[in-house]
C-alpha cells in the first residue's frame, strides 16, 4: 500500500505542477507555486524528484505520455484510413483548444522554445519527446503510402518532422489570436499541398 | 546634444537587454540584469520605461525595427524575382542562425509563445509585430502571383502566415537538434510543394 501512496503522491504533482508550466512555462513557475498547487510540503516534493530540473524533465515525460493517451485510439485505429485519422487527431487538438480558450498550446513545443538553449538535459530529453511525436506521425504517412494516399516520393520523417514543426508554429500564433484560424491554416497547407497522392 | 545622449542611453538598454531576453526570455529576465548588461543605475532605467512591461513592449517594436533592418535591403530588390528574394532571405537567416550556433531564434515567435497567455498587451503588441512579418511576406507574393511564379489559386496573406508560422515552429526544432535541418526542410516543403506555379 506504502507504494501506492507513494505513486498518488509523485503523480499528483507532476500532474499539478505540469498544469502550471503548460501555462507559464518552467523558468516562471516556481518550486514554491509547484508545492502550493500540489499542496505538499517540499521534504514530499524532494521524496520523489531530485530538484526542480529533475522534476522540469520528468514532466516532460508526463506530456508525452498525455500526448499518447490523447492520440492512442485515433492513431492506432486502423479501420480509419490513414489520412483522416491524422485529420480527426488534429481536430481533436483544436476541440481541446477550443475548450481552453486557445492557452497553452503543445507543451513539448513550448519547453524545446524556452529551455533548448539554457538546459542540455531538457534538450536531450525534449529532442527524445519530439521524435516520438515525429516517429508516430510517419508511421501513418507510410502506412498513407501503402494504400497510395500520398506520393511515395514523400520522405515519411522529414513530411512528418514538418507537419510536427508547422503545427508548433501554428499554436504559437494561435495564442495569440486566440483562435483557431492559424491551425485550419495548418490544415489546409498540409492536407491541400503536402499529403497529395501526386507531387 | 542631451537628447542624443538620452536616445544613446535608451537605445543601449533596449539592444544589451533585448539580447538577453532574446536568449533567456522575458520572465527569466530580471530587472536586475537589463540594468547590469546595460550598465546604467535604476533611476535611468526609469526615465526611459515606466516598467519592466513598458521595457518588453519596446523590445518588441526594437526587434521587429531589427527584422526589417535585416531583411528590407532583399525585400526591396525588385532586381531580384520574388521567390528568390523570399529564399535569400531565409537563407541570410541561416547563415545568421549557423553563426550563433542555432541559438535564440526569433525573438516575436519566442514571446509570442511565452506571453501569449500572461500578457493582454504583449499579446496586442506582438500580434503587429506578427502582421508586419506577414505583410511583408504577403507582398512578396502578390508580386510573385503576378509574374506567374505561383499559383493565384493561393493566398497570399494565408500563405504567408504559413510560411511565418511554420518558419517559427522549425526555428524551435532548430533549438532543440542545434542545426540547420529543420529550416532546410521548411525550405523544402515551403518552395517544393507550395510556392509553385501550378497547384
Known sequence: MASNVQETTRDKILRTGAEVIHLKGFNHTGLQ?????AKVPKGSF???FRSKEDF????????????????KDILEDTSIPPLERIRKMLDGFKDLFRSTEYTCGCPIGNLAQEMGDLSPAFRERLEDAMNAMVDAYAGILTEAQAVGEISTNLDAKETAHFIVSSWHGALIRMKIVKGLEPLDIHSKFIFDHVLRPCI
Open 56 to 71: 522540469g524533465l520528468q514532466v516532460i515525460d508526463y506530456f508525452i505520455g498525455q500526448f499518447f493517451h490523447f492520440s
Open 33 to 37: 507555486e509547484i508545492l502550493s498547487v
Open 46 to 48: 524532494y521524496n520523489y
